[in-house]
């Protein structure tokens, strides 16, 4: 089966410095990725996906890069701010449906 | 911001007892989902309906059931509460030709059992 891995449970990174979050993953037919990011309080919320087809995808302040040889995943916030503070999940789609990564806090210090 | 409303966001109850957690949307989401989360941790599907009469379990077992009876209104209940209960459980919708991966999250239902 599927499964999502993330390498830190925890991040902490300067305000205006970029953030990267990275995940890895299992299986190598998974063709659909996406990024959710969680704030305290609340349910997670869409950031940004991207299907196996592609390499990079960039949203606002965003952008997943997808390396399939060795199966793993980033997400890089550009300039980060402290409205970026959340707990940030990897998922993919399995066979009917997402299977998420255990999730990295992202802490912005000023 | 995401039409999908969780009730209540807090629970504390004691053991034996039978609850409810409702989930409402807006939205006309023909898909809608639960997930139970411990803190800090992944989320684990618990079950999923892609529309009315329609219900599926998901891959964490589980002891809740649920009901769709109207396309907005997915809840979820346990008969006899346990202290393995003890969790957040949040619900999410999506819809039919949106993003695959797009789900809309309720701000959850944190339920202790004592």
């Known amino acids: 089966g599927e499964s999502v891995g993330l390498h830190l449970p925890t991040l902490s990174v300067q305000e205006g410095d970029n953030s990267i979050i990275n995940c890895a993953y299992s299986n190598s037919a998974s063709d659909y990725f996406i990024w959710y990011k969680q704030e305290s309080g609340k349910g997670p919320q869409f950031i940004i996906d991207i299907r196996s087809n592609m390499d990079k995808r960039q949203g606002q302040r965003v952008t997943v890069l997808l390396n399939k040889t060795v199966k793993h995943l980033s997400l890089q916030i550009a300039a980060t701010q402290p409205g970026d503070s959340a707990v940030y999940f990897c998922a993919l789609q399995g066979a009917q449906k997402l299977v998420f990564g255990q999730g990295t806090r992202l802490t912005i210090n000023p | 911001e995401a039409d999908i409303y969780q009730t209540p966001r807090y629970l504390v109850i004691g053991t034996g007892k039978k609850i409810t957690l409702e989930c409402s949307q807006t939205m006309g989401h023909d898909k809608m989902y639960w997930y139970q989360q411990d803190p800090g941790m992944e989320l684990h599907l618990i079950h999923y309906s892609y529309g009315v009469n329609s219900t599926e379990k998901g891959d964490l077992s589980s002891e809740s059931t649920v009901s769709r009876i109207r396309t907005e209104h997915f809840p979820l209940t346990l008969e006899s509460a346990r202290p393995s209960h003890t969790s957040q459980y949040l619900c999410?919708?999506?819809?039919?030709?949106?993003?695959?991966?797009?789900?809309?999250f309720g701000e959850g239902s944190r339920l202790t059992v004592l």
């Open positions: 999410a919708s999506s819809r039919w030709g949106g993003l695959d991966g797009e789900l809309f």
